[in-house]
């Protein structure tokens, strides 16, 4: 403290209300090295605060660093010692962690000038202004301008220009210099004759009366009048319109450039060091999230668990339009036991002494608790009810670009195979009169639980209410979860029923009796009936838990991605698992009225978008509307493109994102 008040204050006026760390303390910041895909966090030396871009000045072990994120470290200061050592760096020496945009480039103010229009209103007289002089002075350069003009004027004439092109630069010079000197010619409007001196160059030239003096040529044709009216006499209502259009057009755009300028001014940021001050547009919201956009997604596949055994205390009467409040803290922790066996009962998680094996996983994992409509009761007494549900699940977050995450997943046309292919089988069955054991079956089988029945690459360890237990399959979250599943499925099927998968669309299958195609959890089947409950059925049953349903001619259904299909007399009928009103519907109850228009999207969806994030319940609002296009996007494929544009938008909404989905 220096008379009451720190540096801080007396070098900028105001109190310090941000982070800080001890001066040279050891720490965690998050650097962005060329490309942000191989972002990370480094050890580095906490030096100080760069007050304007609100950012931690660091020491690397080799020059300053610039990051917006830093995380303490619970660790002696000793051993960081060469760090210490090392420091040796001047203040210009630096390097930015913020990403590849920031370009070490001091903003040079560009001074604006002032106008030169004359002030409105009277001008006091001083005698220190010489008017007369200043006026002599106008007066001489505008006769010099003149002049100036009169002279280009004279060198670009027609007639001179003709002349050279005529006899040459030497001939028509002397033929200037004679009427230079000689008298004056009267004007007159009848051609003139001159005597030029004869030359070689001048007997080639031809009788050309118009080539020395202009001559009007004789008028010998007849002028017609213009169906064309007079401007004065012109109607000008079209006219008008194209021009009021013009304006309103142009002054759109001004209000455009100007909202850009805004925006991009917004988002300039200043980075001071030393004395020096540097501009970058980078986006420096990149921090350790640990919640991250995961929860629409723990959820998933909670509709097929059936659980048995549930205590009174994690049900609740409240009326199921709303769901009921927090409950206490006992009750979640209730809910976390109930979820534990559940996964102790399925083989995901063993007690750490029942676990002989090595242990070499690591992975972060949390509980995630919500109130969950649940049927409770058997036949008339079935009811719904709210319960206090809790799902162990993973957190992987997406720091990272990975390649080896992707799994196949099937389209709008891979969707319309088999039905196509199940009525041609049904159409050949008939016309060759087969018996019972051709029958042909289309089925849509559900896998419950597929991510938890895929064994842990490397076992983790984890403490569940003070008690250690070994995590053996994967869980939800996990990043490799659907690939993992996908690849176990597929080595399943083709050991133990002899699929042949296609290499062109990893999703479809076949056999000589059957044909499948597999969506993550769901399958369809197409083939024989025979091959349907004597092989398929029993191998699946034997292996996971599943649940399914087939067509038993007309009048049945079943459910594929939300697809209903219904067998008739001479066809299927193909439903959609959403409507275009439901998905409208949903919007407009959350954003308001959507837009109107021809085409689902302009050019613009293409563009990189740098508008702000939504927030948190907006965000979840327009991945559920997304959810909704994307059972539509196969039904309409003119829509296609533009869902795939906006469901990129996913993980982080923006305002931009929102305004393309109210016109979509």
């Known amino acids: 403290m220096i008379r009451g008040a720190t540096p801080h204050e007396l070098a900028f006026g105001r109190t310090y209300s941000g982070e800080l760390c001890e001066f040279g303390e050891p720490v965690f910041a998050y650097v962005v090295p060329a490309t942000k895909a191989s972002a990370k966090w480094r050890r580095m030396i906490f030096l100080g605060k760069a007050d304007t871009q609100n950012s931690y000045v660091l020491f690397d072990g080799q020059a300053l660093v610039l990051s917006r994120n830093v995380r303490r470290i619970s660790t002696a200061w000793r051993s960081h010692m060469a760090y210490y050592l090392h420091c040796k760096c001047f203040s210009w020496q630096y390097k930015a962690g913020f990403g590849a945009r920031i370009l070490p480039t001091m903003k040079k103010p560009i001074p ?9 209103g009277p001008i006091e007289d001083t005698k220190f202004y010489d008017k007369d002089a200043d006026d002599v002075i106008k007066h001489a350069e505008e006769e010099k301008k003149t002049e100036q003009e009169q002279l280009m004027m004279f060198e670009n004439d027609p007639l001179r220009v003709a002349l050279r092109e005529r006899l040459g630069e030497g001939a028509a010079a002397e033929v200037q210099e004679e009427f230079d000197d000689g008298p004056a010619m009267p004007m007159s409007s009848v051609p003139l004759q001159v005597d030029a001196p004869v030359s070689t160059a001048m007997q080639q030239q031809v009788d050309d009366p118009g080539l020395m003096v202009p001559v009007t040529p004789p008028r010998t044709y007849e002028v017609i009048d213009s169906p064309r009216m007079s401007p004065v006499t012109r109607p000008s209502d079209e006219a008008s319109e194209e021009s009021s259009k013009k304006q309103r057009t142009e ?37 350790l999230d640990v919640e991250g956009d995961m929860e629409d997604d723990v959820w998933s596949g ?56 090595e242990v070499t996983g690591s992975l972060t994992t949390k509980f995630a608790r919500d109130w969950r409509l649940k049927n409770f009761g058997a036949g008339s007494n079935s009811c719904k009810k709210w319960m206090r549900r809790s799902r162990f699940v993973a957190r992987e977050f997406a720091n990272t670009r990975r390649l080896d995450t992707f799994s196949p997943a099937t389209g709008a046309h891979t969707s319309n195979i088999l039905p196509l292919k199940y009525l041609w089988m049904k159409n050949m069955a008939a016309e060759l009169k087969a018996d019972g054991d051709y029958s042909v079956v289309m089925g849509a089988l559900d896998v419950r639980d597929a991510f938890l029945q895929v064994e842990q690459d490397e076992k983790v360890l984890v403490h569940l209410q003070n008690e250690p237990f070994i995590i053996m399959r994967n869980l939800p979250g996990q990043r ?103 998905v409208v519907n949903a919007f407009e109850s959350a954003f308001g009225s ?71």
């Open 302 to 357: 909670e509709e097929s668990i059936c659980l048995t055994g549930i205590p009174m205390e994690l049900r609740s009467d409240a009326p199921t339009d709303h769901p009921p409040e927090e409950p206490a803290q006992w009750v979640d922790d209730l809910a976390d036991k109930v979820e534990i066996q559940r996964l102790c009962n399925i083989q995901v998680l063993v007690a750490a002494k029942d676990f002989s094996g």
């Open 480 to 582: 490799l979860g659907a690939k993992q599943w996908y690849l176990h499925l597929r080595d399943f099927l083709e050991k133990t029923l002899g699929f042949e998968f296609c290499p062109e669309q990893p999703c479809l299958a076949r056999t000589r009796d059957a044909v499948i195609v597999i969506h993550v959890d769901d399958i369809l089947y197409v083939g024989t009936k025979q091959f349907w409950d004597g092989s398929f059925l029993k191998e699946m049953k034997s292996k996971f838990t599943v649940s399914h349903e087939q067509l038993e001619g007309p009048g049945s259904s079943i459910k594929f991605l939300r697809r209903k299909m219904v067998e008739t007399t001479d066809g299927l009928v193909l439903m959609p698992g959403t409507t275009v009103e439901r």
């Open 112 to 120: 604006k000038a002032v106008e030169f229009d004359l002030p409105l």
């Open 251 to 287: 002054e759109s755009k001004k209000q455009r450039i100007h909202q850009l300028k805004l925006e991009y001014e917004q988002r300039l940021s200043a980075v001071r060091v030393a004395y020096k001050e540097y501009f970058t547009m980078d986006d420096y919201s990149t921090d």
């Open 594 to 664: 959507a837009r109107l228009q021809k085409v689902p999207s302009d050019s613009g969806i293409q563009l990189t978008d740098t508008s702000p994030r939504l927030n948190d319940r907006d965000s979840s609002m327009f991945r559920s509307i997304i959810g909704l296009c994307l059972y539509i996007g196969r039904e309409r494929p003119d829509l296609m493109y533009t869902i795939k544009e906006l469901a990129s938008h996913m993980s982080c909404p923006t305002v931009a994102a929102l305004g393309r989905l109210r016109k979509a």
